[in-house]
């Protein structure tokens, strides 16, 4: 960065003896060069330094403080929201209403001080304008900053460097009204992930599950259970089998680590377009930093908590304070979020949505809404895990026509195995519902699968015998396959056994199927028009009442003949 003589270089003489006279030098030179020299040289003395930051009101070292743990300089649009602007006046202007006296901000204090210093860097997106402390100056602050922190414990001079991270938690406790109706402990994303395994084995598209289906496969592959789409047949296994605890630990420790889980690019209704890249497990592991300060299993309120983010932390995903070059698309309108002024559609949901996704899937957070509201308005953080601990230790229920019902605290590993011999009927809360086939006894005999596995996995954790009916109809699939088959099909009913005779000998006799009996036929699928035709052509006039699937003939009372 440059140093205090070059920053102050190209400032008139009158700005430099405004510095002056703050810091209270006397320049003696009235040429600029010779008293940019002068002033240099008094402001780089490090006991001069030391009584001028001393004397600072509390918000204007904090101002310092933030440059200074920032590497000593940052974006100058986001350090303008944090601490103000630093106007641009002229010098007739700034002569006239003697501006520097009257500063509107703490970055103009540091400013006319000559603390800071505006100007241009090269960035990997181009040249943008920071806010910077002058090289050397920026030494002595931290070494005079090291002195006072050794020889003075909770010295306000203290200026080593600190996390960005507050000792005190944003935001404010809960009220009543905002933690009116708490929601029911989730840990649901173990049983989303059992129902998206069973189908990605058996080859079939994922239902629709608690969470959407792409978040619960990112979850599963941070955790490298699924591998480039494919499910690891070792880490299926061992996660099915482990316990609540021990599963859910697995994903939390994953999800933190993972730089590919992309909590932004999941925004429901928004969509990123272009080859811009974030950095999501730096943004997460910032905003769990905020989060670890609350007290936990205390109530806290979550529109407070983003509005502290947005004053004190506004750029915690932005790289130089950057609101330019994401594009963001609005999926309602089309609209593109660019600029600060749509940091709550954005930056502000993308913290509601790890509060109200991830965190809470995971069971690390609960949350709360306000009375017959959706809205959540309150979290708590909690280290209770029985909601996770709880065994998996409940029977299912099989009725004698093949439909089975499970419920979630299931046995995971279990579930899975009987999903592959099932067809999916849709889930109910709390409950999982199936339904034994002969193709779905067909498709789990192609994959290795026996109905006497099926048999076994029942009978060992159904709550009640099993009917002896169905245990007969499995049994007999295995030996014989299906025995009995339910359709639908169009059926051709003709008022005589000639009629249907002579269809049989014109070129549409190849569309009919079955003979059902003298006067009735099958007529092929899509093959009705066909039949429709001939049947004209053969002079007699078709009925259509495929609604109830029957082409019906009757015969002509006056004459004989037959018409649909």
Known sequence: MPDLTQSLQNRDIGHLRIVAGLWGVELK?????????????????????????????????????????????????????????????GPGRRDREHVYLNPISPAEILFYLALVAQAFFDTPSGAQEFTYIPDDLLGLLRHKGNEEHEGKEGSGMAFTPVALEESEPLGRPASQKE???????????????????????????????????????????????????????????????????????????????????????????????????????????????????????????????LRAIKEKFPDYQRPAGDYDSWFIKREADGVYLRGFTHWEAVDGALIHYLVTGPLFWLGIIELATLTDREAVTAFRITNNKSHTTNAEASKLHVSSQGKISVPRLFPRAKRYQIARFCEWDEAKEEEYRYRVTPSSLKKASEQGLKVGQLLSLLAKNAAAEIAPAFVKALKRWELRGTEARVEVQTILKVGSPEVLDGLRKTKAGRFLGEALGPVTAVIKPGAQAKVLAALAEMGLMAEDETKEDIIAIEPNQANGDSHV
């Open 179 to 305: 933690r009116e109706h708490p929601l029911p402990v989730c840990d649901c994303l173990l049983d989303d992930a059992t129902t998206l395994l069973a189908a990605l084995r058996m080859g079939q598209q994922p239902p629709a599950t608690h969470i959407p289906v792409r978040v619960v496969t990112e979850f599963l592959s941070a955790a490298k259970i699924i591998v480039d789409g494919i499910p690891q047949i070792e880490p299926v296994r061992d996660f099915l089998e482990a316990q609540r605890e021990t599963a859910l630990e697995e994903l939390i420790n994953a999800w933190k680590e993972s730089e590919s889980f992309n909590e932004l690019r999941q925004l429901p209704g928004l969509l990123c377009e272009g080859e811009w890249t974030n950095q999501p497990q730096v943004t997460r592991e910032f905003l769990l930093n905020l989060l670890d300060v609350i007290p936990e299993n205390k109530w806290w309120s979550l529109p407070a908590f």
């Open 29 to 89: 030179s009235g040429e600029t060069d010779a008293a940019l020299n002068e002033l240099s040289t008094a402001m780089l003395n490090p006991k001069q330094v030391g009584e001028i930051v001393e004397a600072l009101p509390v918000e204007v070292k904090s101002a310092l403080r933030v440059l200074m743990e920032a590497g000593g300089k940052i974006q100058a649009a986001k350090y303008a929201r944090r601490f103000g602007e630093i106007r641009e006046v």
